[in-house]
C-alpha cells in the first residue's frame, strides 16, 4: 500500500515509511507500560561538576523569543498586535466563508485598499477580470487584513496613504523606485496599453497555493492572520525586552505564584560504555522492526550548501545534494515542508521579490506531527501495525552506524516510552543544539520533569555561552541534540491532532541569519529577517511526567523520554554547508562528513585483522583529500558485530578505493591496492510479483560475492587530477577491479591475483568464477540450479547466542 496523499512527497518535504522486513520474533514483548520495566536502566551522568546537596546543578533560566531587534522609528506594535488580536478572534467564531469575508471586508485596511482600487487601474478592477472565486479573494483580503498589501505588488494606487500606517520607513522609496521602473518597462515594451492592466496569472496562483497552504496549516493558530500576528508578538518582546538578560536565582517557595524553570544536564543511556546493554537494546530494536516506521524530514534548504537549480538558480532541498555517488535522499532509502513567507527583523513586513512572489522558507521540521495527521500518515501506520517510528534529517550521513538507530528504537518499544533521543558529545561551535533534562515547580507545589532540548539559535536566552568551552561553560556538560528520534506514533498523533500551538511544537522567530534573494529586477538583496519556524524534537516538551513532589536523583528512569548517547561518528556527521576557497576547516562541510565515514570504516575493518592506513586529523587532508576511498553499503550489517564477520585478514593500502555495494559478501585475506568496486542490482533481495513490478523481498534473489586469497593491484584513482570531488565520490581512475551483478548473480574469485583493468559482468541466474589458470586467469561462468536461484548456492546462517548475532557460513 503505497502512501496517502502522493503530493505530500512534493509539497511537505517529509518522506515517510515504515520497516517492510519481516523477521522472527527472538524476545519480542508488546508494548508495556509507560513506567520503566523492573530491570533499572544502565543511566549514565555526563556532568563533572559537583553535586549540590540536592544532587543536581542548578541552572535557573529565563526565556525571551528572539534576541533584541531595534524597532522600526514610529511604528506602533501595540495597536497593530490589538487589531489583529481583534481580527483573529472575529475570525475564529465565524461559522462560513462567507462570515469570514464579511469580518475581513469590515477591517479598515481592506477596506481602504479596495475602495481606492476601483480606480482605473486598479488592483480590485484587475481582480475583476480575473474571476477568482471567494476562498481566493478571502486570501487576499485576508493578505491586506494582515498589513501586507505590498506583496499584491506596488503601483496600484499612488496615493500617499495606500499603504496605511503600518508601512515600514524605508517602504515608500522602494516602493516609488519600483514602481517607476515598471512604468519605465511597461512604457518600452507595450505601446499604449495601460500601465497596470495586465496581471501575471501564473505568478497569481503560486501566490494564491502559498496563503492557501499558510491558512490551511496554520489553522490551528489562525491562520494568516494568526501567523502576522504570532511573529509580531515574537517581535515585539524582543523589542521591549532587554538585550542582555541577567539570569538570577528564584525562591523555591514559588510564594509569588511564578513557575521555577530549571535546566540540568542529563542522565543517558551511554552505548558505546555498556556493550552488553546496548547488545541488548539493538536486539529489541530488531525484533521491534514489523512495528517500526521511518520518518524523513527532506525539504531543509541547502542555502549554505550552495545547491541551486542550475537551470533556474533556485536553492535546491538539502536532499538533493550528490554525496558519495548518489543523493542523500538516495542515501537514507538505502539504509519537502511547508514554504511560509519571511519576514524583515525590522517591522516584521513579508519580503517580496516582486508582484505576488513573497520570498518562501522551509516553516521548519517541526510542522511534520501536524502535517502527518492532516494527510492522513498516522492512520497508515496504523493501519500497517506499526507502534513507532524513528526519524532522522537527511543531511547526517552516519546515523544508521552501527547500532544507534537500532538500540534506540529498541529502547523505545521495549520500555514503552512516548519519545528518545541519540545524542553524543557536542562540538564547540557546532550549528546544533544541546539536549537537557528540564526540572519545573509549579505554583500548586508540583513539579514536572522531562528530557527536550534547545536549540543553538537560543542559547543566549538561556544564557548558555558558546564558543571555546572553558571549565565553567555550561554547554561542556550537555549532550549535542542531534535530532536523531524515537517517537511513539500515538503519543505523536496527540500532538499533531490539537487544534491549537500544541501542534507546531517549539515555535520561535530566528531572526540571526540575513535573507539572501534575488528580486525581479535581477539585484541582490540580503536583509535581516527571518521565518516563523518550529522544530520537530520540541515534541518532547509535551512528554512532561508529574510528580507531587520534587525529585533528585534518578529521575530520569521515570520519565517518557530517554537518550541514548554513543561516540560522536557513530551519531551525527553532517554535510550542512558548502567549504569555503582555502578554508582550512572541514568542521559540518561534505568533505568532514565523508572523513567520519572512513574513519569509521577503518574502526570496522581494522578489528577484523586488516592492515590499513590510520585517519588523522582533518587538517591534514584539507588539501590533499582522504587518504583512501572505503565506502560499504549498511546492508552488510548494520550491526558491526555482523559487518565484521564478513571480513577477515588481508590489506588496504593508502591511496586505494574500495566500494561495496552488496549485502552477500565474504571478505578472507584479501590484498587490495588500488580500486575495487563490486556493485548489484539485488543488493538486499527482489522478487517479481504478477504485475511484472519489482518489490524488495529482503533474502530472497540477493547477489553474492565471495573473495578468498585475492591480490589486487591497479592503477586505480588518479589521486593528482584537479576534477575529483571525492565527497561525491566523483573521480578520475587510471585503471580499476569492477565486479557488476545483475539480478541474483553471484562472483567468486580464489586464490588468485588480479592485476590491471578488470571488469566481470554477470549477468542474472549466473555464477562467475575466477581462479588462476595456467596461462592467466581462468573464468567459468555457469548457471545457477534452480533449487538454488532465491536462496543462494550459499548463505549466511544468522545464530543467535545471548545477546550476541554470530554468523555461519553454509554452502549448497
Same mark, same amino acid.
Given at each position: 500500500m503505497a502512501p496517502p496523499t502522493t503530493s505530500l512527497l512534493h509539497h511537505s518535504g517529509i518522506y515517510f515509511t515504515f520497516s517492510a522486513r519481516e523477521s522472527h520474533s527472538l524476545f519480542f514483548n508488546s508494548h508495556k507500560s509507560l513506567r520503566p520495566s523492573s530491570n533499572k536502566l544502565p543511566l549514565t551522568s555526563l556532568s563533572s561538576q559537583p553535586s549540590l546537596p540536592s544532587g543536581r546543578r542548578r541552572t535557573l533560566v529565563s526565556t525571551v523569543p528572539v534576541e533584541y531587534v531595534p524597532p522600526v522609528p514610529d511604528f506602533d506594535f501595540g495597536n497593530e498586535l490589538a487589531r489583529l488580536r481583534i481580527l483573529r478572534s472575529? /475570525?475564529?467564531?465565524?461559522?462560513?466563508?462567507?462570515?469570514?469575508?464579511?469580518?475581513?471586508?469590515?477591517?479598515?485596511?481592506?477596506?481602504? +485598499?479596495?475602495?481606492?482600487?476601483?480606480?482605473?487601474?486598479?488592483?480590485?478592477? #484587475?481582480?475583476?477580470?480575473?474571476? *477568482?472565486?471567494?476562498?481566493?479573494?478571502? /486570501?487576499?483580503?485576508?493578505? #491586506?487584513?494582515?498589513?501586507?498589501? @505590498? #506583496? =499584491?505588488?506596488?503601483?496600484?494606487?499612488? &496615493?500617499?496613504?495606500?499603504n496605511g500606517d503600518f508601512e515600514s520607513a524605508r517602504g515608500s522609496l522602494k516602493t516609488a523606485l519600483y514602481t517607476l521602473v515598471e512604468i519605465i518597462e511597461k512604457w518600452e515594451g507595450n505601446d499604449d496599453r495601460e500601465i497596470h492592466e495586465e496581471v501575471d496569472g501564473v505568478a497569481l496562483r503560486s501566490l494564491l497555493k502559498t496563503l492557501r497552504d499558510v491558512e490551511? +496549516?496554520? &489553522?490551528?493558530?489562525?491562520?494568516?492572520?494568526?501567523?502576522? =500576528?504570532?511573529?509580531?508578538?515574537? =517581535?515585539s518582546q524582543s523589542v521591549h525586552g532587554e538585550k542582555n538578560i541577567n539570569f538570577q536565582?528564584?525562591?523555591?517557595?514559588?510564594?509569588?505564584?511564578?513557575?521555577?524553570?530549571?535546566?540540568?544536564?542529563?542522565?543517558?543511556?551511554? =552505548?558505546?560504555?555498556?556493550?552488553?546493554?546496548?547488545?541488548?537494546?539493538?536486539?529489541?530494536?530488531?525484533?521491534?522492526?514489523p512495528h517500526l516506521g521511518e520518518i524523513y524530514p527532506l525539504g531543509g534548504s541547502a542555502d549554505r550548501l550552495g545547491l541551486v537549480d542550475t537551470v533556474t538558480g533556485e536553492c535546491l532541498p538539502a536532499a538533493m545534494l550528490p554525496y558519495c555517488g548518489r543523493t542523500l535522499l538516495e542515501g537514507l532509502i538505502r539504509d519537502l515542508q511547508p514554504l511560509v513567507p519571511a519576514i524583515s527583523a525590522e517591522d516584521g513586513q513579508w519580503l517580496v521579490k516582486g508582484q505576488f512572489v513573497p520570498v518562501c522558507k522551509p516553516g521548519g521540521h517541526g510542522v511534520i506531527w501536524k502535517l502527518a495527521y492532516d494527510k492522513g500518515i498516522f492512520q497508515w501506520f496504523h493501519d500497517h501495525r506499526r507502534k513507532g517510528a524513528t526519524v532522522r534529517q537527511v543531511s547526517n550521513v552516519v546515523a544508521a552506524t552501527d547500532m544507534t538507530l537500532l538500540a534506540l528504537a529498541g529502547i523505545g518499544l521495549h520500555e514503552g516510552k512516548k519519545l528518545g +533521543?541519540?545524542?553524543?558529545?557536542?562540538?564547540?561551535?557546532?550549528?546544533?543544539?544541546?539536549?537537557?533534562?528540564?526540572?519545573?515547580?509549579?505554583?500548586?507545589?508540583?513539579?514536572?520533569?522531562?528530557?527536550?532540548?534547545i536549540e543553538y539559535t537560543e542559547f543566549d536566552k538561556f544564557g548558555i555561552a558558546d564558543g571555546s568551552p572553558s571549565p565553567n561553560s555550561l554547554q561542556t556538560e550537555f549532550p549535542a541534540n542531534t535530532n536523531i528520534l524515537y517517537v511513539d506514533l500515538s503519543a505523536a498523533e496527540l500532538i499533531g491532532s490539537s487544534k491549537d500551538e500544541t501542534s507546531l511544537p517549539g515555535?520561535?522567530?530566528?531572526?540571526? %541569519?540575513?535573507?539572501?534573494?534575488?528580486? @525581479?529586477?535581477?539585484?541582490?538583496?540580503?536583509?535581516?529577517?527571518?521565518?516563523?519556524?518550529?522544530?520537530?524534537?520540541?515534541?518532547?516538551?509535551?512528554?512532561?511526567?508529574? +510528580?507531587?513532589?520534587?525529585?533528585?536523583?534518578?529521575?530520569?528512569?521515570?520519565? &517518557?523520554?530517554?537518550?541514548?548517547?554513543?561516540h560522536r561518528r557513530k551519531v551525527t556527521s553532517s554535510a550542512k %554547508?558548502?567549504?569555503?576557497?582555502?578554508?582550512?576547516? *572541514? @568542521?559540518?562541510?561534505?568533505?568532514?562528513? *565523508?572523513?567520519?565515514?572512513?574513519?569509521?570504516?577503518? &574502526?570496522?575493518?581494522?578489528?577484523?585483522?586488516?592492515?590499513?592506513?590510520?585517519?588523522?586529523?582533518?587538517?591534514?587532508?584539507?588539501?590533499?583529500g582522504p587518504p583512501y576511498l572505503i565506502l560499504l553499503h549498511p546492508a552488510l550489517g548494520p550491526l558491526w558485530e555482523v559487518t565484521r564477520q564478513k571480513f577477515h585478514g588481508g590489506s588496504i593500502s593508502e591511496g586505494s578505493e574500495l566500494q561495496i555495494e552488496v549485502s552477500e559478501f565474504l571478505w578472507r585475506n584479501v590484498q587490495l591496492d588500488g580500486s575495487l568496486m563490486i556493485v548489484a542490482e539485488n543488493v538486499m533481495g527482489s522478487q517479481i510479483d504478477k504485475n511484472h513490478e519489482s518489490i524488495l523481498q529482503y533474502g530472497y534473489r540477493c547477489a553474492r560475492c565471495k573473495l578468498e586469497n585475492v591480490k589486487i593491484r591497479n592503477k586505480?584513482?588518479?589521486?593528482?587530477?584537479d576534477k575529483n570531488l571525492y565527497w561525491k565520490h566523483d573521480v578520475q581512475r587510471l585503471e580499476a577491479l569492477k565486479v557488476v551483478l545483475h539480478g541474483n548473480a553471484e562472483f567468486e574469485a580464489v586464490d588468485v591475483n588480479l592485476e590491471g583493468n578488470h571488469v566481470f559482468e554477470v549477468p542474472d541466474g549466473y555464477k562467475m568464477m575466477v581462479t588462476s589458470g595456467n596461462s592467466g586467469l581462468s573464468v567459468h561462468l555457469n548457471p545457477i540450479r534452480k533449487e538454488f536461484m532465491d536462496s543462494g548456492s550459499w548463505v549466511w546462517k544468522y545464530i543467535l547466542k545471548g545477546k550476541h548475532i554470530q554468523l555461519e557460513l553454509v554452502e549448497f
Amino acid at each position: 500500500m503505497a502512501p496517502p496523499t502522493t503530493s505530500l512527497l512534493h509539497h511537505s518535504g517529509i518522506y515517510f515509511t515504515f520497516s517492510a522486513r519481516e523477521s522472527h520474533s527472538l524476545f519480542f514483548n508488546s508494548h508495556k507500560s509507560l513506567r520503566p520495566s523492573s530491570n533499572k536502566l544502565p543511566l549514565t551522568s555526563l556532568s563533572s561538576q559537583p553535586s549540590l546537596p540536592s544532587g543536581r546543578r542548578r541552572t535557573l533560566v529565563s526565556t525571551v523569543p528572539v534576541e533584541y531587534v531595534p524597532p522600526v522609528p514610529d511604528f506602533d506594535f501595540g495597536n497593530e498586535l490589538a487589531r489583529l488580536r481583534i481580527l483573529r478572534s472575529r /475570525l475564529s467564531t465565524s461559522k462560513s466563508l462567507r462570515d469570514k469575508i464579511h469580518v475581513v471586508d469590515s477591517d479598515a485596511k481592506v477596506k481602504r +485598499f479596495f475602495r481606492r482600487g476601483h480606480h482605473k487601474n486598479g488592483f480590485a478592477r #484587475v481582480l475583476e477580470k480575473l474571476k *477568482l472565486d471567494d476562498y481566493e479573494l478571502f /486570501l487576499l483580503k485576508c493578505t #491586506v487584513a494582515a498589513g501586507q498589501e @505590498h #506583496v =499584491l505588488g506596488p503601483g496600484y494606487d499612488t &496615493d500617499s496613504d495606500f499603504n496605511g500606517d503600518f508601512e515600514s520607513a524605508r517602504g515608500s522609496l522602494k516602493t516609488a523606485l519600483y514602481t517607476l521602473v515598471e512604468i519605465i518597462e511597461k512604457w518600452e515594451g507595450n505601446d499604449d496599453r495601460e500601465i497596470h492592466e495586465e496581471v501575471d496569472g501564473v505568478a497569481l496562483r503560486s501566490l494564491l497555493k502559498t496563503l492557501r497552504d499558510v491558512e490551511e +496549516f496554520y &489553522d490551528c493558530i489562525g491562520g494568516i492572520i494568526g501567523y502576522q =500576528l504570532t511573529i509580531l508578538e515574537i =517581535l515585539s518582546q524582543s523589542v521591549h525586552g532587554e538585550k542582555n538578560i541577567n539570569f538570577q536565582h528564584i525562591n523555591n517557595s514559588n510564594s509569588m505564584g511564578c513557575q521555577l524553570l530549571e535546566i540540568h544536564p542529563p542522565s543517558v543511556l551511554d =552505548l558505546s560504555q555498556d556493550t552488553e546493554y546496548a547488545a541488548q537494546a539493538a536486539l529489541w530494536g530488531i525484533e521491534g522492526l514489523p512495528h517500526l516506521g521511518e520518518i524523513y524530514p527532506l525539504g531543509g534548504s541547502a542555502d549554505r550548501l550552495g545547491l541551486v537549480d542550475t537551470v533556474t538558480g533556485e536553492c535546491l532541498p538539502a536532499a538533493m545534494l550528490p554525496y558519495c555517488g548518489r543523493t542523500l535522499l538516495e542515501g537514507l532509502i538505502r539504509d519537502l515542508q511547508p514554504l511560509v513567507p519571511a519576514i524583515s527583523a525590522e517591522d516584521g513586513q513579508w519580503l517580496v521579490k516582486g508582484q505576488f512572489v513573497p520570498v518562501c522558507k522551509p516553516g521548519g521540521h517541526g510542522v511534520i506531527w501536524k502535517l502527518a495527521y492532516d494527510k492522513g500518515i498516522f492512520q497508515w501506520f496504523h493501519d500497517h501495525r506499526r507502534k513507532g517510528a524513528t526519524v532522522r534529517q537527511v543531511s547526517n550521513v552516519v546515523a544508521a552506524t552501527d547500532m544507534t538507530l537500532l538500540a534506540l528504537a529498541g529502547i523505545g518499544l521495549h520500555e514503552g516510552k512516548k519519545l528518545g +533521543f541519540a545524542s553524543c558529545k557536542r562540538n564547540s561551535g557546532a550549528t546544533e543544539g544541546i539536549n537537557v533534562l528540564i526540572e519545573k515547580g509549579k505554583p500548586d507545589g508540583t513539579w514536572t520533569y522531562g528530557v527536550s532540548c534547545i536549540e543553538y539559535t537560543e542559547f543566549d536566552k538561556f544564557g548558555i555561552a558558546d564558543g571555546s568551552p572553558s571549565p565553567n561553560s555550561l554547554q561542556t556538560e550537555f549532550p549535542a541534540n542531534t535530532n536523531i528520534l524515537y517517537v511513539d506514533l500515538s503519543a505523536a498523533e496527540l500532538i499533531g491532532s490539537s487544534k491549537d500551538e500544541t501542534s507546531l511544537p517549539g515555535l520561535v522567530l530566528n531572526v540571526k %541569519k540575513s535573507i539572501n534573494y534575488v528580486d @525581479h529586477f535581477g539585484v541582490q538583496h540580503g536583509v535581516p529577517g527571518g521565518r516563523l519556524e518550529c522544530t520537530m524534537q520540541n515534541i518532547a516538551d509535551n512528554f512532561v511526567n508529574s +510528580f507531587s513532589s520534587q525529585c533528585f536523583e534518578g529521575v530520569e528512569e521515570m520519565l &517518557d523520554t530517554f537518550i541514548v548517547y554513543n561516540h560522536r561518528r557513530k551519531v551525527t556527521s553532517s554535510a550542512k %554547508k558548502k567549504r569555503k576557497p582555502d578554508d582550512m576547516s *572541514l @568542521h559540518q562541510t561534505p568533505d568532514g562528513a *565523508l572523513l567520519d565515514i572512513i574513519r569509521n570504516a577503518y &574502526d570496522l575493518l581494522s578489528y577484523c585483522d586488516i592492515t590499513l592506513p590510520k585517519i588523522e586529523s582533518n587538517d591534514k587532508y584539507a588539501e590533499s583529500g582522504p587518504p583512501y576511498l572505503i565506502l560499504l553499503h549498511p546492508a552488510l550489517g548494520p550491526l558491526w558485530e555482523v559487518t565484521r564477520q564478513k571480513f577477515h585478514g588481508g590489506s588496504i593500502s593508502e591511496g586505494s578505493e574500495l566500494q561495496i555495494e552488496v549485502s552477500e559478501f565474504l571478505w578472507r585475506n584479501v590484498q587490495l591496492d588500488g580500486s575495487l568496486m563490486i556493485v548489484a542490482e539485488n543488493v538486499m533481495g527482489s522478487q517479481i510479483d504478477k504485475n511484472h513490478e519489482s518489490i524488495l523481498q529482503y533474502g530472497y534473489r540477493c547477489a553474492r560475492c565471495k573473495l578468498e586469497n585475492v591480490k589486487i593491484r591497479n592503477k586505480g584513482i588518479d589521486w593528482n587530477s584537479d576534477k575529483n570531488l571525492y565527497w561525491k565520490h566523483d573521480v578520475q581512475r587510471l585503471e580499476a577491479l569492477k565486479v557488476v551483478l545483475h539480478g541474483n548473480a553471484e562472483f567468486e574469485a580464489v586464490d588468485v591475483n588480479l592485476e590491471g583493468n578488470h571488469v566481470f559482468e554477470v549477468p542474472d541466474g549466473y555464477k562467475m568464477m575466477v581462479t588462476s589458470g595456467n596461462s592467466g586467469l581462468s573464468v567459468h561462468l555457469n548457471p545457477i540450479r534452480k533449487e538454488f536461484m532465491d536462496s543462494g548456492s550459499w548463505v549466511w546462517k544468522y545464530i543467535l547466542k545471548g545477546k550476541h548475532i554470530q554468523l555461519e557460513l553454509v554452502e549448497f
